[in-house]
C-alpha cells in the first residue's frame, strides 16, 4: 500500500528526530511489494532494496541532484512511504546527533509552506537517553527467598487453638481448602474473638486478612446461637438484626469481601450476609435490606444513602464495624461519609434491647496493607485503644500512641521483583515485547496484569493489542483478523492478537473506573475465570485488595502515584504463599531514583534480590526469531511492529482519536504523583515528542489537542526548551506551570468524584 504518486524522504534532523517530506518522484521508484516467502524472506527482500535506494539518494545529494530542495507534503502520509526509515541500520543510543554530517536534503521543521503542521517520525533506536545507573543484579544462584504470607506451617497452629469453633475450623478444610492459619489470622483471630478491643490490622498483601476480621465476627456471631438447642431457631437469625458492617473503597472489592463471607456462612446458614454497593439498582438493594441481613458488605456512598432514605435499615445492634483498605478509604475523600456512618451508629446504638450475649460496645477494625498507626484522619474515627495487630512472623500487639518509629511495609519476600530502564520512546514496544515473551510457551503465564496511569491510555492499549495485524505480523499470530475497526462501543474483551501464538491464544481484558459498573463487572468475572492465558490492562482500580486467582506476573507500565500503591499493585500476585513475578518500567533519568527511593526500601533484603533489565534485552527476547538464538533481526522487527501501530493509527480516526487522548491524559495524569515523588517523575524532565511515539503518533505533542481535553496551556505560550538527557536538543513544548497546576487541581477533583476509583480519565 503506498501513495504511487509521490514518495517521501525521511532524514534525520539535528535533534535526532526524523522528519518526512515529500519530494516528488526524483530517483525514487514506486516502492515494491514483497509477497510470498517468510517473513524473513520479505524483511531481507525489502532490506536489500532499501540499501539501493538509499545509495541512489546519496549520490543524488552528493551531486546535487534534489539534495537541497525540500518539498511540501502534499497529501496524507501513506504507510508504506515510512518503511525507508525502518530498513535503515539505527543508529544506538548516546550517539551524538551533532558530530555527524547530515547527508541528504536540507532538513526543515514546525510548520511546512502551506502552514500545515509536519508529522514528526522518529526512529526508534537513536537519541535515546542512557541510564543513570548501573545494574547490580544479584548473584544467580542465590536461594529464593521463603514465601512470607504462607498459611503457617509449625503444626501448633489452627483454628480450634485460636478460639474458632470445630464446626467452622472443619468448614474451613473441607470446603474452602484452608488447612492452617496465616500469621495474620493467627494474631486477629485469637484478638478478636477473646476481646473487644478496636484494632489496626496490617498484614503484607495476600495475607489472609478478609479471613482473619471475617472469622471472629462470624465465630462470635455463631457462638450466640451455639448456647440455643435449636441455631436455627436460636438467638440469632435473619430477623435479629445487623450486627456487622463491613466497608470497602471500591464495589468490585466489596462484592469480593461478600462472596468470601457467604462462603463461610454455608456453615450457619441461618446467619444471613447482604450488600449494598454503588451501581446496583437501589430498590432492590432496600428490598434484601427489608427482608433482613445479620452481616453488611458496603461501599461508603451508598450506605450513608441507605441511612439517610432506609427507614427500615436499623443500626442500633452494630457491634463490628471493619474499613478494609482503611488507608485508601481515607485517600478517597471517604472520611466525611465515615464519620457521618460512625455518628449514625454511636446514635443509635444501645436503642434496642441488646440480644444477650452480644458485646455493649461496638469493636471498629482498620485493616491494610500500608496502614499507618499515625494516619491522623485515622483519630476522627474514635479508635478507642487500639491494637495494632501485624502479620509478620512474631506477634506484635501495639497500643495505639505508640507511633515512634516510621511503619516500613513490604511486598511479599518471595514475589521476584524487577525493574526495566526503558526509555520514552521505546515503551510501547518493549511493552509489546514483555508480553510477547511472557506468552511465547503455553503456561508459562497464565494471567498477567498491567496497570496502567489512566483510562484513555488503557483504552488506547486494548485497542493496539487486539487491533487486526498487517499480513506480515498475523503469520506470527492467530485470530488475526477477526477483530472489526475501532469502534465507539469497544468490548472490554478480545483476543490479544499482538501476542498471541497460534499454540498459545491470549486473551486481553481491560477495566477502568470509567466503564459502567455491569462491564466492571463482567470484565474482571470474565478475567478471573478465563480458560484461556490472559492479560488485563487496567488502571489502579484494580489495584487494592483484587485477590483473582493465578495472577503470576504484574507488569507497572506507569508507576503508580504513590509509594503505597507500588505494593498493593504487586501484591495481586505472590499472594498466600504463592510464587509471582513483577516488573516495573522506569525511564532513564529522574526516574531511576525510584530504584532507591521505593523499589528497595519495599523489601524484605533491602533491594539485594531486585532484578535489573534493560530495553535492549527485552526487545531482543521479545523481538528476536526463535530459529536465530537472540535474533539479530529483533531492531527491525521492533521498528516494523511500531510502524505498523503507528499506520493503523493514521489510517483509522478513531484509533488516532484515542491515541491522541491518551497521550494527553497520560502526561496530565504524570504530574499529579505525590510531592515527596515529584523530583523523581518531573514533568520538566519528560520528552514529550518521544512519549508521544508510546502512543504511536506522529503529531509533535503540542499540536495534539483531542476535542473534550483542554488544550496544553505551554503550548501557545510559556513553552520551554529543556535539554535533552544524551545531549541532544529536546524539541517538545512542555507544559508550563499553570497547566501542571490546573492538570493537579483536576487530579485532585476528579480524584474526589470517583468514588471508589483512583484514576484519571480527564475529558
Ligand atoms: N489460611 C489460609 N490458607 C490458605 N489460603 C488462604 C488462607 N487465608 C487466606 N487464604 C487465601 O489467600 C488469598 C489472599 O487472601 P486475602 O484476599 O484475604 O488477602 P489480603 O491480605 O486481604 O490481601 P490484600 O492486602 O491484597 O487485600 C485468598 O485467595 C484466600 O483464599
Sequence with gaps: MHSGSSKRFLTMADDGMLINFDLGEGPFKAQQKYKGGSWKDRLSARKAAQYNRTRDVKRSAATGVNGTQVAERKEKPNADDFETSTAKRQRTDGADPRSRPVSGPNVTRGKTASGKPQEVISSLFSFNPQAKTKAENPSEDAAPAEPSNAPLSDGLANFVNLGLSTQLAEHLLQKMDIKAPT????????????????????????????????LPIVQR???????????????????????????????????????VLESLLRCAHWIVSGTVLGGEKKKSEKARLRRGINILVATPGRLVDHLDNTEVLDVSNVRWLVLDEGDRLMELGFEQDIAKILAKLDARTGRKAPIPGLPTRRTTVLCSATIKMQVQKLGELSLKDAVHIQGSGEDKALKRDDTSKEEKFSAPAQLQQSYAIVPAKLRLVTLTAILKRAFARRGSVMRAIVFISCADSVDFHFEVFTRKLSKTDASDATDSTEKPEVTESAPTGAPATAF??????????????????????????????????AVMVCTDVAARGL?????????EY????????????????????????????????????????VLKQGRHDDGRGLLRSDATDILRKGFGSPGLGAGADWEARATEWQLDVERWALEQPKALEMARRGFQSHVRAYATHVAPERAIFDMQALHLGHLAKAFALRDKPGSIKVPGLRPSAGASKGER????????????????????????RKMRAAQKKIAGASEFNIG
Excluded: C, W
Excluded at 183 to 206: K, P, S
Excluded at 221 to 233: K, T
Excluded at 721 to 744: L, M, T, Y
Design 500 to 533: 498471541s501464538t497460534k499454540d498459545n491464544p491470549v486473551r486481553i481484558f481491560r477495566l477502568h473506573g470509567s466503564l459502567p459498573q455491569h462491564a466492571r463487572t463482567s470484565t474482571l468475572a470474565a478475567f478471573r475465570s478465563s480458560k484461556e492465558p
Design 221 to 259: 456471631l455463631m457462638s450466640l446461637s451455639a448456647n440455643s438447642s435449636a441455631p436455627e431457631q436460636g438467638a440469632i437469625h435473619r430477623d435479629s438484626g445487623l450486627f456487622a458492617i463491613v466497608l470497602a473503597p471500591t464495589r468490585e472489592l466489596s462484592k469480593q469481601i461478600s462472596v
Design 547 to 555: 485477590d483473582l486467582p493465578n495472577v503470576d506476573f504484574v507488569i
Design 183 to 214: 500469621a495474620i489470622q493467627r494474631a486477629a483471630i485469637a484478638q478478636l474473638v477473646n476481646e473487644d478491643t478496636d484494632a489496626f490490622l496490617q498484614a503484607e498483601t495476600g495475607s489472609g486478612k478478609t479471613l482473619a476480621y471475617l
Design 721 to 744: 526548551r529543556s535539554a535533552g538527557k544524551s545531549g541532544a536538543k529536546a524539541d517538545h513544548e512542555i507544559p508550563g506551570s499553570v497547566e501542571i497546576d490546573e492538570a493537579k
Design 558 to 597: 506507569d508507576p503508580p502515584f504513590n509509594k503505597d500503591d507500588h505494593l498493593h499493585r504487586i501484591g495481586r500476585t505472590a499472594r498466600a504463599g504463592k510464587d509471582g513475578r513483577a516488573l516495573i518500567l522506569l525511564q532513564p533519568g529522574a526516574e531511576e531514583g525510584y530504584i532507591d527511593a
